[in-house]
């Protein structure tokens, strides 16, 4: 069993109120969840225009968990609402 984190730093270009940075998360995070993957803001979720998200992923293949991990990075990055600041990933296998 291989288990993938990815945690994505993201800023909001237009957000001046946590109200209005919700309901720029809360898409997101739908989505992602269509992938198939635990998704969740995490960090501090009353920094006004920043967010942390946490994503994760778990399969048989490692393979599998790099794959779901990038289009997931990938949906993330393409929104134009944000700007991605940083994303980190690990993987945990059977030899961890």
């Not at 946490?54 to 991990?69: K, N, P, T, W, Y």
């Amino acid at each position: 069993m291989y288990v993938g984190a990815l945690e994505i730093d993201v800023l909001f270009d237009d957000v001046r109120s946590l109200k209005q940075k919700r309901s720029h998360i809360k898409p997101i995070l739908a989505e992602l969840k269509k992938y198939g993957v635990a998704v969740s803001e995490v960090g501090e979720p009353d920094r006004l225009r920043r967010a942390l998200i946490g994503i994760s992923a778990v399969s048989r293949d490692v393979g599998h968990v790099h794959e779901v991990l990038n289009t997931c990075e990938r949906h993330v990055a393409g929104r134009p609402e944000l700007e991605l600041l940083s994303v980190r990933r690990r993987i945990l296998g059977p030899e961890d």
